[in-house]
């Protein structure tokens, strides 16, 4: 086995697991899965059917990952973060196919408590604060906060706020790398 699981987790049969992930005491990766190489899953994580997690995707304790849900290369899970997978769910009645996919963009980060209503798409590199709600599609590189969530700003690949100048360009104070906002869009253009 090239990756490690816990005793205590439960992982079912027809998953794909990549060498170097680890999955932790009491989590649940349900099958026809696919999880990546060097991802970490935290304690008490639920992974349900046909879920798809990228390399190096980092999962922390109590996330519930439902179907549908997609998230790419670098995605960072806060804790007791919860995805949707259902618009109008009703015990009675049975809505499998009614599923709406959810995709996180590389690099992407959920932070701690946060809700991802189904059917949105989360741009690469963005940030979505603590408790957030979200509600409809984030731009890459975008901050969101609140309930429901809004947009109060742009972050770079390594998270910090970008604070741009009259030309649309930003420099991250960590690496110095360079971000062009045009159009309300922001891209790294060094």
């Known amino acids: 086995m090239s990756f490690f699981a816990h005793e205590t987790a439960v992982i079912d049969e027809g998953c794909v697991i990549g060498e170097g992930t680890k999955i932790w005491h009491f989590s649940h990766v349900m099958t026809g899965c696919t999880i990546g190489e060097r991802c970490n899953l935290g304690q008490n994580v639920v992974v349900s059917p046909q879920v798809t997690l990228g390399n190096n995707v980092k999962v922390q304790n109590n996330v519930s990952i439902y179907t549908g849900v997609i998230c790419e290369d670098d995605v960072f899970l ?30 992407a980060s959920i932070g701690a408590n946060a809700t991802i209503i189904c059917g949105n798409e989360i741009g690469a590199y963005a940030l979505i604060g603590a408790g957030a709600v979200i509600t409809m599609p984030v731009a890459s590189y975008a901050l969101v906060v609140g309930n429901p969530a809004k947009q109060i700003g742009w972050v770079s690949e390594y998270g910090h706020r970008l604070d741009f100048d009259s030309n649309g360009i930003a420099a991250c104070p960590e690496t110095n790398q360079k971000y062009q906002l045009s159009e309300n869009s922001v891209s790294r253009v060094q």
């Open 78 to 107: 806060g804790p007791s973060c919860v995805f949707t997978n259902v618009i109008n769910p009703r015990s009675a009645v049975v809505r499998k196919e009614e599923y709406r996919p959810t995709r996180i963009r590389k690099g």
